[in-house]
Nanobody
Framework: QVQLVESGGGSVEVGGSLRLSCAASGYTISSKCMGWFRQAPGKEREGVAFISSYDTTRYADSVKGRFTISKDNAKNTLDLQMNSLKPEDTAMYYC????????????????????WGQGTQVTVSS
């Protein structure tokens, strides 16, 4: 059974950086489709960054150039480096996995992800 546990969230000022990490157990993330999502109060959960089974990446326009998604296969973790943070980045961040081998075109739809972590809170203050 896939278990995902996020860490690394916290409070930071505008322009600051955070690095989120998602530890996977019961599941090897290399060659798998993974993603980071976020949900702000009163808003729908939205996709932030995705990495395919072939390590191709895709980002939401709102974070492109500021966030970087990556896999650490040695640690079996999914990471999200977040730079130049803005108040609108404030949200609960979730990592998710889609079991199977998928190219990026099939690795970016929320409803396709079946395994989710509990989330880690990111708060950006001005």
């Amino acid at each position: 059974q896939v278990q995902l546990v996020e860490s690394g969230g916290g409070s930071v000022e505008v322009g600051g950086s955070l690095r989120l990490s998602c530890a996977a157990s019961g599941y090897t993330i290399s060659s798998k489709c993974m993603g980071w999502f976020r949900q702000a109060p009163g808003k729908e959960r939205e996709g932030v960054a995705f990495i395919s089974s072939y390590d191709t990446t895709r980002y939401a326009d709102s974070v492109k150039g500021r966030f970087t998604i990556s896999k650490d296969n040695a640690k079996n973790t999914l990471d999200l480096q977040m730079n130049s943070l803005k108040p609108e980045d404030t949200a609960m961040y979730y990592c998710a996995a889609r079991v199977g081998v998928f190219a990026i075109g099939d690795c970016s739809v929320r409803s396709d992800f079946g395994s989710w972590g509990q989330g880690t809170q990111v708060t950006v203050s001005s």
